[in-house]
């Protein structure tokens, strides 16, 4: 799990490829047109209700940087879903 004294970043994106058995899920940035992967979750929660989000889907997302690579992030707070996502 995450822990939450890393700094975070918002990010609005759409659901590339959703969340698969191990919990990762790509997505890509709509404002940097750039893909990214999320592994982690703060809590069972948030993984549950990404879970449910399908390839395409709109997602504005509070991540924090993972500590291996530049593209990988962990998940902190859904801030919005659907196609208002994008513009927030």
Known sequence: MLK????????ASVVV???DDDGRMEL????ADETYEVVDYI???????????????????ELMAGTDAADVFGAV???????????Q
Not at 81 to 87: H, M, N, S
């Open 43 to 61: 809590d069972d929660e948030l993984a549950k209700k990404l879970r449910s989000l399908s390839a395409g889907e709109a997602v504005n997302l």
């Open 17 to 19: 490829s959703p969340m």
């Open 77 to 87: 707070r859904i801030k919005a879903t659907g196609p208002a996502a994008r513009f």
């Open 28 to 31: 890509r940035d709509v404002e």
């Open 4 to 11: 939450q004294h890393q700094r975070s970043c918002e990010r």
